[in-house]
């Protein structure tokens, strides 16, 4: 599958929101396959990493986030699974998967309960060892800093507001990929 085709038919036009969604998704998929390449043990799928790293936020452009040109109608958390559903609806479920499950370091269903978070009520984990791995990456990157990249801590920091168990899955993605 070619991820540079989904991003064109959703992002057709040369502009800033698609300059920070590629630009952002590159550094995504370069620190994914940078994991992979340096635990050949976890027999990760390659293609299947850069391509979900790509298009992990493909929905963003549905959500209303302004600093960084998005101007649809939804909260930005939404974009994991709006993201999904286009994904999805194009015939990559598996694609699909990793962009409902990399927001924050996943979201359960009891956490979007008692945060009133609205998006659906079902649990949004990665399962998969290439979720877990695109979920990790994420955290990095933000799309409003395209030149740098967080370091450990400041990645940690920005799931706080998520709660602990987001924060305790990023402390063992640490130990597994880093």
């Known amino acids: 599958m070619s991820p ?31 994991i992979a390449d340096r635990h050949p043990e976890l027999s990760l799928d390659r293609d299947f990493l850069y391509e979900a790293a790509m298009l992990h ?35 990559y479920p598996r694609h699909a998967l990793v962009c409902e499950r990399h927001t924050g370091a996943g979201l359960a269903l009891e956490d979007i309960i008692a945060q009133n978070l609205p998006v659906p009520h079902r649990d949004m984990l990665p399962v998969s060892m290439e979720e877990q791995v695109v979920c990790f990456a994420d955290k990095f990157y933000s799309k409003t800093h395209l030149d740098r990249e967080k370091s450990v801590e400041k990645a940690r920091d920005s799931l706080l507001r998520y709660g602990k168990a987001g924060v305790q899955r990023f402390d063992y993605w640490c130990k597994l990929f880093l």
């Open 57 to 91: 936020d493909i929905g963003i452009f549905l959500t209303d986030a302004d600093g960084i040109y998005c101007f649809g109608d939804k909260p930005y958390i939404c974009h994991g699974y709006l993201g999904a559903d286009l994904v999805r609806s194009e015939g």
């Open 4 to 34: 540079q085709g989904l991003i064109d038919k959703y992002y057709p036009e040369a502009n800033e929101l698609r300059h920070i969604l590629l630009t952002h998704s590159r550094s995504v998929a370069d620190k994914a396959l940078w």
